[in-house]
T-cell receptor, first 115, second 110 residues
Framework: NAGVTQTPKFRVLKTGQSMTLLCAQD?????MYWYRQDPGMGLRLIHY???????AKGEVPDGYNVSRLKKQNFLLGLESAAPSQTSVYFC??????????????FGEGSRLTVL | KNEVEQSPQNLTAQEGEFITINCSYS?????LHWLQQHPGGGIVSLFM???GKKKHGRLIATINIQEKHSSLHITASHPRDSAVYIC????????????FGKGTHLIIQP
């Protein structure tokens, strides 16, 4: 079982370039999340999805778009990268429906630098 | 705004010491998570709890719903416990993301 896999792990972009981060999970989880982690701050929710074909905005959604065309994949897109989007991005997933539901499983993170 | 506060921000201790990390939150929650982030950056879920106490190996997590407070304890600490410990709470439903504390940077010296 791979769990939650993020690609790429590292990327350097120039201002204005676009890119897509891919999150894939093999646990059949309904819920998937994209967070960003910046120095001195807690992780902040960018967008999330409660199932295939559905997405919703989190705390800091501006400048990002997401898609969940397949249940196992959650894509995070930057249409026109800005230096303020330099961060470490984490994808997470969770299931629901049991007393233990809600435990989060994280990917290893993707470090993005925008010059 | 719903907030999560952790203390201390940084903690250095000697191997074998009993460690306590605290987390307090502003309003009622549906669940609280303790997470561990190692220097390599990966994040691992340690506990998820909504009441009482949970234990796994040398780690113990407690929560007091009335006082809006949780603690993470490490018994017989070891250098491999050195990591950032993060408290996160769910203020809303399953579909809502978590609100994270800023983390406690723990260093255990041999």
């Amino acid at each position: 079982n791979a769990g939650v896999t993020q690609t790429p792990k590292f990327r350097v972009l120039k201002t204005g370039q676009s890119m897509t981060l891919l999150c894939a999970q093999d646990m059949n989880h309904e819920y998937m999340y994209w967070y960003r982690q910046d120095p001195g701050m807690g992780l902040r929710l960018i967008h999330y999805s409660v199932g295939e074909g559905t997405t919703a905005k989190g705390e800091v959604p501006d400048g990002y778009n997401v898609s969940r065309l397949k249940k196992q994949n959650f894509l995070l897109g930057l249409e026109s990268a800005a230096p303020s989007q330099t961060s470490v991005y984490f994808c997470a997933s969770s299931y629901y429906g049991t007393p233990e539901a809600g435990e989060l499983f994280f990917g290893e993170g993707s470090r993005l630098t925008v010059l | 705004k719903n907030e999560v506060e952790q203390s201390p921000q940084n903690l250095t201790a000697q191997e074998g010491e009993f460690i306590t990390i605290n987390c307090s939150y502003s309003v009622g929650i549906s669940a609280l998570h303790w997470l561990q982030q190692h220097p390599g950056g990966g994040i691992v879920s340690l506990f998820m709890l909504s009441s009482g106490k949970k234990k796994h190996g040398r780690l113990i997590a407690t929560i007091n719903i009335q006082e809006k407070h949780s603690s993470l304890h490490i018994t017989a600490s070891h250098p491999r416990d050195s990591a950032v410990y993060i408290c996160a709470v769910r203020f809303g439903t399953w579909a809502d993301g978590l609100t994270f504390g800023k983390g406690t940077h723990l260093i255990i010296q041999p």
